[in-house]
């Protein structure tokens, strides 16, 4: 006599057709198991892990960038001496301004446009004209740099400058800065000094630098990007420098 669960299996053929139909199609891996959910995604899903792998461990590079910029924050801040008229050292802060003033794009176009003017000897033309040509590159190139870069001034400056533009709303790089290490190494380079002289214009250079920290207009590193990028611009001009022979133009419009 046929045994009742063989009977059933014939009936049945093993199991309810529906589920074993179910568990066909699905196979011996757990439904809806991570091992299944990665393999139905394909490579962009196993790419995942790995990416956010790397958000939560950052490059060395990326480490000391950040380290060193909240650094730059820190130590700006607090050498900002002069930021204000209530800060540690704001009775200074008119001296300072006087000084930023001496660092300015326009006394120093204005002043060269002058000498120019009034120069009678050829010689005297040819330097004033390179240093013209030395403030517009200074000018247009800081320009570009701040509004590429766009980073903002300190939150403890107080937007009382003098003479400004759009751009100088952005503090990188410092334009004057810049133009302290491009006219203190111009004159250096073309003037007849004494030694007294020369190492006022050094200081000079210096002094107009370390005022933009203490006025709080920049970070250091604005002002330290800032002078390599005047010696960088004093370099260029000396490479190109103008004379009758290469400009014989310029030199005829200014010897009128």
């Known amino acids: 006599m046929p045994s009742p669960r063989s009977s059933r299996d ?4 093993g199991g309810r057709p ?29 790419a ?39 800060s540690a050292w704001g009775s200074a802060r008119p001296l300072m301004k006087v000084i930023e003033v001496s660092g300015h794009g326009v006394p120093w176009l204005l002043g060269t446009c002058y000498g120019l ?6 010689a005297a033309r040819e330097v004033l004209l390179n240093l013209l040509f030395a403030l517009l590159l200074d000018l247009v190139l800081v320009a570009v740099v701040k509004g590429l870069v766009k980073r903002q001034r300190p939150t403890h400056n107080k937007m009382d400058m003098f003479v400004t533009i759009s751009v100088d709303k952005y503090s990188f790089p410092s334009g004057h800065a810049t133009r302290a290490a491009l006219v203190s190494c111009f004159i250096l ?21 370390i005022s933009r920290v203490m006025l709080g207009r920049h970070n250091m590193t604005d002002v330290l990007f800032g002078l390599l990028l005047g010696y960088a611009l004093y370099s260029v ?20």
């Open 10 to 13: 014939r009936r049945g053929g």
């Open 18 to 46: 529906e589920f074993l139909s179910l568990v066909s199609q699905r196979g011996p891996g757990a439904p809806d198991s991570p091992a299944r959910r990665r393999e139905a995604g394909g490579p962009a899903a196993a």
């Open 48 to 86: 995942l892990p790995e990416e956010d792998c790397m958000k939560l461990n950052p490059s060395f590079v990326g480490i000391a960038l950040s380290s060193l910029l909240a650094i730059d924050l820190w130590a700006s801040k607090r050498l900002g001496v002069c930021a204000a008229e209530g």
């Open 117 to 122: 003017c009034q120069s009678h000897s050829s």
């Open 189 to 209: 380079r073309h003037l007849v000094l004494a030694v007294p002289l020369r190492v006022l214009v050094v200081l000079w250079a210096l002094i107009v630098s």
């Open 237 to 256: 001009v000396e490479y190109c420098w103008l004379s009758p022979l290469n400009a014989p133009a310029l030199f005829a419009l200014w010897s009128r």
